[in-house]
Nanobody, 117 residues
Framework: QVHLVESGGGLVQPGGSLRLSCAAS????????MGWYRQTPGKERELVAT???????NYADSVKGRFTISRDNAKNTMYLQMNSLKAEDTAVYYC???????????WGQGTLVTVSS
């Protein structure tokens, strides 16, 4: 069973950048969709961005133009490059992998991103 581990979170000032990584314990080549989600206390988990096995990406309107999702199958790793960070981006960011049919789903433990001056 694949295991996902996020890293790269931390404290940054508004306007700064961070790159999150999601490392898989085995190949992610066959995982149809991988994505980043985020959650803050009192709010529901929300989708940030997804990337399909073929490279097609999708972004939440709130992060379009600022965040970039990518996956490196050779390194079994997915990334989220976050630029022009805002205080509203503060959240725990989670990595997710899923199948085409939805019968497979795996989540990482999360990494905290805090954007504050």
């Amino acid at each position: 069973q694949v295991h996902l581990v996020e890293s790269g979170g931390g404290l940054v000032q508004p306007g700064g950048s961070l790159r999150l990584s999601c490392a898989a314990s085995r190949s992610i080549f066959s995982i149809y969709v991988m994505g980043w989600y985020r959650q803050t206390p009192g709010k529901e988990r929300e989708l940030v961005a997804t990337i399909l096995s073929g490279g097609i990406t999708n972004y939440a309107d709130s992060v379009k133009g600022r965040f970039t999702i990518s996956r490196d199958n050779a390194k079994n790793t997915m990334y989220l490059q976050m630029n022009s960070l805002k205080a509203e981006d503060t959240a725990v960011y989670y990595c997710r992998g899923g199948s085409w049919s939805g019968d497979f789903e795996v989540w990482g433990q999360g990494t905290l991103v805090t954007v504050s001056s």
